[in-house]
């Protein structure tokens, strides 16, 4: 049990706290949380999982999107406590660097990022997206996307890796 | 830690989220989908002393598609409501209001009671409920009141519902006939409309036998444009001259307001244009 005292911020005296499990990249994480720490500061300093991003904390940019029981959400926008007893996926679930997902193998063929900031949550934006629609439209790609701010690459190539990955995935699936 | 401190309640049953109501009124928050509330306690514009979170009350996440109406549990999610088919049967424009809020991610998480209850006029949602005649049920220990859409809206982030009372439910009328469309116009996908209409008639062959037009971001609270609706009774919906000047006669009533997105003229031409596009889909005219 890791507890987040220390780790997340010094919760002053006499606040409650919440113990909550939560079953993060498959792997069960029992911490005690004050109430009003975020989802995503809980990922980031508590599990130090720092592949999810906080760009705005007020749900405009979506680098902190980590998939909740499968579907999209931005994690700077829920509370940690509610998430006790469910599941979340985060970037570091996706692959590993000998191992990438054929998503973030898209993104690296098709030049699908420059400084990073987005990626994350783009690939996981676009993880829910092919996982309900293994052959998206460009069309749809975007719609799916357009939760996700990128300010480098005029977004063109992030579509050309989520196309990539949809085939890939699909010839792996025949 | 970006939120203030507050004290955090997650009742398990109605009657427990109704005695918390009862007991902190107005010193708390309802937590639903937290799109609205959380934004607001990361930059600490809201600063309650209780967090009520709402989202273990069994019960509130219903869809019942019934005899003349439509009516959805306040803690649905708009991603399941976009998604429904039986919705998409009974009011197709309601489905296209629910996959024009927001983005996925938001729509993962947001409610039909959270976001009406929010009253922000440049909501989707409560400008549809408008021109559906629709209304909400509004619950507290003492027993329910349904509350018709015009006397529920009071201004911006304001509404009829007291600090014990909580949304339960939304219904949206189906009977009589109406057709619906809804058009809105925003600056990229996902992003609050500058200016959007949902437009229902009745007509008896081609001849119009009522009209309900709404304006979503246009007010501070959704309206209804009665002008433009009095200038379809009673004509042909085929004739494009009539379409024309219920466009006009809309543009004509409302009072948009100057803003950091565009200028009053501009809104009333974006609401010109989108009554003249919903109403030429409703006549089976191509725009």
């Given at each position: 049990m890791t507890s987040l005292y220390e780790e997340v911020t010094q919760v002053p005296d006499g606040v409650p706290t919440r113990r909550v499990t939560i079953t993060v990249n498959g792997q069960k994480r029992t911490v005690d949380v004050e109430p009003r720490l975020l989802l995503a500061h809980l990922i980031r300093q508590g599990l130090k999982l720092t592949g999810t991003h906080t760009g705005c904390d007020t749900t405009n940019c979506g680098a902190c999107t980590v998939l909740f029981d499968g579907r999209p959400i931005k994690s700077c926008t829920m509370l940690a406590v509610q998430a006790d007893g469910h599941k979340v996926e985060t970037v570091e679930g996706m692959g590993t660097a000998s191992e990438l997902h054929p998503i973030q193998e898209g993104f690296k063929e098709e030049h699908g990022l420059q400084c990073g900031f987005c990626t994350p949550g783009m690939m996981l934006a676009a993880k829910a997206l092919l996982e309900k629609n293994p052959n998206p439209t460009e069309d749809e790609v975007r719609w799916a996307l357009s939760g996700n701010l990128c300010r480098c690459t005029g977004y063109q190539n992030i579509v050309k890796a989520v196309l990539w990955a949809a085939d890939k995935m699909r010839d792996q699936q025949a | 830690m970006k939120p203030p401190v507050f004290e955090y309640r997650d009742p398990r049953s109605l009657d427990e989220a109704l005695g918390l109501l009862n007991e902190y009124g107005d010193d708390s928050s309802i937590l639903a989908g937290g799109q609205s509330l959380i934004p607001l306690l990361n930059l600490r514009l809201a600063r309650p002393d209780y967090v009520i979170d709402i989202n273990k009350v069994p019960g509130l996440d219903t869809i019942e598609v019934l005899p003349g109406c439509v009516r959805v549990g306040a803690l649905t999610r708009i991603r399941r409501l976009e998604r429904d088919p039986k919705i998409r049967a009974v009011a197709p424009a309601l489905s296209d209001a629910f996959q024009n809020i927001a983005h996925p991610q938001i729509r993962s998480r947001t409610t039909i009671g959270g976001n009406i209850s929010h009253a922000d006029p440049s909501s989707e949602l409560p400008g549809v409920l408008a021109a559906y005649d629709g209304r909400v049920q509004l619950t507290s220990s003492s027993g329910s009141r349904w509350v018709s859409w015009s006397d529920f809206f009071v201004t911006v982030f304001t509404t009829t519902r007291e600090s014990n009372e909580l949304l339960t439910a939304v219904e949206f009328p189906t009977d009589q006939n109406f057709s619906y469309e809804f058009e809105e116009i925003a600056?990229?996908?996902?992003?609050?409309?500058l200016a959007g209409v949902c437009a229902g008639i009745s007509l008896d062959g081609s001849q119009v036998r009522a009209a309900r037009l709404s304006a979503i971001a246009i007010a501070d609270r959704p309206i209804r444009m009665t002008a433009a609706e009095s200038a379809l009774v009673g004509v042909d919906i085929s004739n494009a001259a009539v379409r024309q000047a219920a466009s006009q006669a809309a543009a004509a009533e409302i009072n948009p307001m100057d803003d950091e997105h565009g200028s009053a003229a501009f809104r009333r031409g974006l609401v010109s244009t989108l009554v003249k596009r919903t109403l030429d889909r409703l006549a089976g005219v191509p725009s």
């Open positions: - | 600056r990229r996908p996902g992003d609050y409309p």
